[in-house]
């Protein structure tokens, strides 16, 4: 079975500090593609990252940006200068090309930011 | 604006009655899906429409239905076989049901059972 594993249900960080979300998944495609959704409080499921397998570069948006270790199939999101308003449950997902429409989600981890 | 928007935001429901949520887009994307998030999860397909008048299952179809009349718009109802429907309800669109292609979400349903 394809999975997505969050390992920390919980994270904080201090406002304008660098706090790292984990990710590992498992999947035995080649190709794939990977993505980071923001829930804030509102509950909207927000886009905040994507990544292709088949890029080696890591994919970054501003504040954002992602380790992508392929061999590992971890897949982590790093976010510089934290801001209140980051605070919120990321959810890592990936989808394949032979599941096409269908997402698989991690559990995710609630972020804190602390002032 | 182009978006998702979802209908209602609350839905409170009785033991062994049907209800219909809502979803509709004005992105002109093809493909439509529908997501259930229960407290601490991730979210888990119930159903998903690459195209009008076709539908695919999920992961956790059962006790639930939907309809793809219209590009726009793609219906869940929760049927009375549904055991356990308390949970928040997302709905979902991307521009095409292919791997590649971005879904955005919208705002979300909580349904009740009462």
């Known amino acids: 079975a394809q999975t997505v594993t969050q390992s920390q249900p919980e994270m904080s960080v201090q406002e304008a500090e660098t706090v790292t979300l984990s990710c590992t998944y498992d999947t035995s495609e080649s190709d794939y593609y990977l993505f980071w959704y923001k829930q804030p409080p509102s509950r909207q499921m927000i886009l905040v990252i994507r990544?292709?397998?088949?890029?080696?570069q890591n994919a970054t948006e501003n504040r954002f940006s992602v380790n992508f270790q392929k061999a590992a199939k971890s897949f982590s999101l790093k976010i510089s200068d934290s801001q209140l308003g980051d605070a919120a449950m990321y959810f890592c997902?990936?989808?394949?090309?032979?599941?096409?429409?269908?997402?698989?989600f991690g559990e995710g981890t609630q972020l804190t930011v602390n002032p | 604006d182009g978006g998702i928007t979802q209908s209602p935001k609350y839905l409170f429901r009785k033991e062994g009655q049907n209800v219909t949520l809502s979803c509709e887009q004005n992105?002109?994307?093809?493909?439509m899906y529908w997501y259930r998030q229960d407290p601490g999860q991730g979210l888990r397909l119930i159903y998903y429409s690459q195209i009008v008048n076709d539908f695919q299952k999920g992961d956790i179809a059962e006790g639930y239905s939907v309809s793809r009349e219209k590009k726009e718009s793609f219906p869940l109802t929760v049927t009375s076989a549904q055991k356990n429907p308390t949970a928040f309800y997302l709905c979902?669109?991307?521009?095409?049901?292919?791997?590649?292609?971005?879904?955005?979400f919208g705002p979300g349903t909580r349904l009740t059972v009462l």
């Open positions: 979902a669109s991307s521009r095409r049901g292919a791997s590649t292609d971005t879904q955005y």
């Open positions: 992105l002109n994307h093809d493909a």
């Open positions: 997902a990936y989808r394949t090309e032979t599941s096409g429409s269908r997402l698989t």
């Open positions: 990544q292709e397998a088949y890029k080696q």
